[in-house]
């Protein structure tokens, strides 16, 4: 069974500050590993990874895949309260991606 | 906006009542799925439509019926739900990819209380 582990669950952080979001992964027949962020409702996508070592970027937020090691991290740099929302990691197997597996989420606050 | 609408945003319902969620996407995709997120639960999928054929089913209670009538269309019907199906039900909608690559936009989605 497909398995996506995040950590930490919660982080509370000042604005301005640089955090850094862990994703864990074990999949059958691994084909991608996506974030995405959500604030109130829907979840809205950041990043799709399906290369190792790549660095995918979009403005303060980054985020880079390791294959060998099965993780992922997204870095925001600069934080702003409007990041302030949980960021959930999924991954995508056999199956690709219409049948993806999500982790609880990590739930980021930026204090002003 | 992410082109995925769904509505109501929020129903409340008895155990007895039968209610329906809709999904639309204005994308020109042609997969679309449900999820379910519960408190302090990952994301769950339910069930996927891809070319209007549906191609996961979860082991889903039978109290949950999908429905596409067509790609841009999905639907939700509820019947004799148990308090414990209270959760967010979010639609998605993706290109379907048939290599199964695509992303996924997930639409607002509707905040269901089974009392």
């Known amino acids: 069974e497909d398995k996506v582990v995040q950590s930490p669950l919660s982080l509370v952080v000042h604005e301005g500050d640089t955090v850094t979001l862990n994703c864990s992964y074990e999949?059958?027949?691994?084909?991608?590993l996506l974030w995405y962020k959500q604030e109130k409702k829907a979840p809205t996508f950041l990043f799709m990874l399906?290369?190792?070592?790549i660095e995918k970027k979009s403005g303060r937020l980054s985020s880079i895949l390791d294959k060998k090691e099965l993780f992922s991290i997204l870095n925001i740099t600069a934080t702003q309260t409007g990041d302030s929302a949980i960021y959930l990691c999924?991954?995508?197997?056999?199956?690709?991606?219409?049948?993806?597996?999500f982790g609880t989420g990590t739930r980021l606050t930026i204090i002003p | 906006e992410t082109g995925v609408t769904q509505t109501p945003r929020h129903l409340v319902m008895g155990m007895t009542n039968k209610k329906s969620l809709k999904c639309e996407q204005h994308l020109g995709h042609n997969a679309m799925y449900w999820y379910k997120q519960s408190a302090k639960k990952p994301l769950e999928l339910m069930f996927v439509?891809?070319?209007?054929?549906?191609?996961e089913n979860n082991s889903v209670p039978s109290r949950f019926s999908p429905e596409c009538p067509n790609s841009s269309h999905l639907f939700l019907h509820l019947h004799t739900l148990q308090p414990e199906d209270s959760a967010l039900y979010l639609c998605a909608s993706s290109q379907g990819d048939r290599e199964g690559t695509d992303t996924q936009y997930f639409g607002p989605g509707t905040r269901l209380t089974v009392l």
């Open positions: 999924a991954v995508a197997g056999s199956f690709g991606n219409e049948k993806l597996t």
């Open positions: 439509y891809n070319f209007k054929e549906q191609t």
């Open positions: 999949v059958t027949n691994f084909r991608s």
């Open positions: 399906t290369s190792s070592g």
